[in-house]
């Protein structure tokens, strides 16, 4: 906190109130308001807190404009380029890269710890095989609290890492089961020699009746969406895990809270969406139309995979994975390109149509990623799922941030109630 501050004026009493300023270590400043209601009896009002800071965080950065995403500090476009899932998993848990032999030993913790209880197993039997894997995750993810008790003691920091460990080591494994009940195939079990994206690769597409080698290059492929998606500061669903944490639930339920915000389609769901939009659209020539209903305000239709609540300009993640298309298409063999070709050219269209311009309206981390899960052969419907197991990663980091924290109180906004006065009760008959 500085002593600087920032003043509030209401024309109507003539009074003025004086807030705190906190100066960030990079980023705008941030306005205290949290003594405004105990002390002046207002209110600030926010809906969708698009310009509230809703908590102290050193995980993430984000700058909209510059269209900058910062990992502990270290810029997206290195650790894409230059680091793996795991170390950037180790990196958001602890803060800072990890020396090879912490390396070694976090990697060997999670690959050591990937297989689910039997009983857990057994759930999905339960489960219609058409269900949507985002419902089996996210429920499967909330009954784990009946499994591990002693990872849920919130106020011990050892069972925070015990949890943090468990979940990110065994959310591959959750997907790969509800995959393999969609597909109607035996589950296959984790191999703890592979690492963490060829034995997901491996969990999905072996089967017992036939040799599976894991392709290293759809490896790659998914550990750089992976990193992509690890961590995205307080987005809806990370909002949801910290809101859900705060009454001091257990974690497995948080995570699974904040799973069920992502499946949205103005969230995570939005990837799965992007295909939907795009098989839809089908060529070139329908691209205006779309352009046109999406432009429409009497029609909801929206560009998928367009716009960001925080960037107001390309999407850092968007640009390393539409630059890695081409490459992976190629090098995957794949046949996918005219559904690529015809995203670049929806994209080139809604980039110089005024109104995408005049809105910052600019292609987000889903516009592409769907066409290499489709490449790596991931059916739409677990595009989500694929989201969630990254995430889980940054997931768990803010609600260790925010347990560890003695400032943390239960999240409880308020609101502007416009709803009727006092009134008095009729009974039924005179109604
Ligand atoms: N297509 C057409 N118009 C759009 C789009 C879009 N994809 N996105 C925003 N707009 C318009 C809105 O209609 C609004 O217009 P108005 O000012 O005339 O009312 C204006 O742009 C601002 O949009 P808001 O919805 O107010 O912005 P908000 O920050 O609330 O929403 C969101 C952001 C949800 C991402 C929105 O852009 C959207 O629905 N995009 C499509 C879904 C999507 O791709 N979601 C994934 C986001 S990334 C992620 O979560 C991983």
């Given at each position: 906190?500085?002593?600087?501050h ?11 109130v004086q807030?705190?300023?906190?100066e960030?270590?990079?980023g705008?400043?941030?306005v ?9 009896g207002?209110?600030?009002f ?6 509230t800071?809703?908590c102290e965080s050193s995980?993430?950065?984000?700058d909209?404009?510059a ?12 650790l894409?380029k ?6 950037v998993?180790y990196l ?8 090879a ?12 710890h990937?297989m689910?209880?039997?009983s857990l197993l057994?759930f999905f039997?339960g ?27 919130i ?10 460990y ?5 959310i ?9 009940h969609?597909r ?16 997901l ?5 072996a ?6 080698e894991?392709d ?9 969406l992976f ?5 995205h500061?307080?987005n809806c669903s990370?909002?949801t895990?910290?809101l ?21 389609p ?10 939907n939009?795009l ?9 205006g ?18 716009g960001?609540?925080?960037y107001?300009?390309?999407?850092p ?5 539409r ?6 298409l190629?090098?995957?063999?794949h ?29 987000n981390v889903?516009?592409y990623s769907g ?9 739409k ?7 969630a ?10 609600w ?9 109180r ?11 006065t ?8 005179s109604?």
């Amino acid at each position: 906190m500085t002593d600087k501050h920032f003043t509030l004026n209401d024309p109507e009493s003539g009074e003025s109130v004086q807030l705190a300023v906190h100066e960030p270590t990079v980023g705008p400043k941030v306005v205290d308001v949290t003594q405004l209601y105990g002390e002046h009896g207002v209110f600030t009002f926010d809906p969708g807190y698009a310009a509230t800071a809703s908590c102290e965080s050193s995980i993430t950065y984000i700058d909209g404009e510059a269209g900058v995403l910062m990992y502990r500090g270290y810029p997206i476009e290195q650790l894409a380029k230059q680091s793996t899932f795991t170390e950037v998993a180790y990196l958001l848990l602890h803060g800072e890269l990890p020396t090879a032999a912490q390396l070694d030993e976090f990697d060997h913790s999670i690959r050591t710890h990937t297989m689910i209880n039997e009983s857990l197993l057994r759930f999905f039997n339960g489960f219609h095989h058409n269900a949507h894997p985002m419902a089996m995750v996210s429920g499967v993810v909330a009954s784990m609290s009946a499994f591990y008790h002693d990872s849920t003691n919130i106020h011990d920091p050892h069972d925070r890492d015990v949890f943090a460990y468990r979940i990110i080591a065994k959310i591959p494994t959750i997907a790969a089961a509800a995959y393999k009940h969609s597909r109607g195939q035996p589950f296959v079990y984790p191999q703890n020699q592979l690492d963490y994206c060829s034995n997901l690769l491996h969990m999905f597409f072996a089967v017992p009746s036939d040799q599976y080698e894991v392709d290293p290059v759809a490896a790659e492929a998914l550990d750089l969406l992976f990193i992509l998606h690890a961590d995205h500061e307080q987005n809806c669903s990370t909002s949801t895990v910290r809101l859900a944490g705060s009454s001091g639930t257990n974690p497995y339920s948080a995570i699974a809270a904040g799973m069920s915000a992502l499946w949205g389609p103005a969230h995570g769901g939005a990837n799965e969406a992007v295909i939907n939009m795009l098989e839809e659209i089908g060529s070139a020539d329908r691209i205006g139309l779309y352009v046109s209903k999406a432009k429409d305000r009497n029609d909801p239709f929206r560009l998928m995979g367009f716009g960001h609540r925080v960037y107001k300009s390309y999407d850092p993640r968007a640009t390393i994975i539409r630059e890695t298309c081409h490459r992976l298409l190629e090098r995957l063999g794949h046949n996918d390109t005219p559904l690529f070709e015809l995203a670049l050219r929806l994209e080139e269209i809604a980039l110089k149509d005024e109104y995408f311009v005049e809105k910052n309206l600019y292609p987000n981390v889903d516009f592409y990623s769907g066409i290499i899960y489709r490449a790596l052969g991931i059916p739409k419907s677990m595009f989500t799922v694929m989201f969630a197991i990254a995430r889980c990663v940054g997931w768990v980091t803010h609600w260790r941030e925010m347990v560890a924290d003695p400032g943390t109180r239960i999240g409880r906004p308020r609101q502007l109630y416009v709803g009727p006065t006092r009134r008095d009760y009729s009974p039924i008959g005179s109604r």
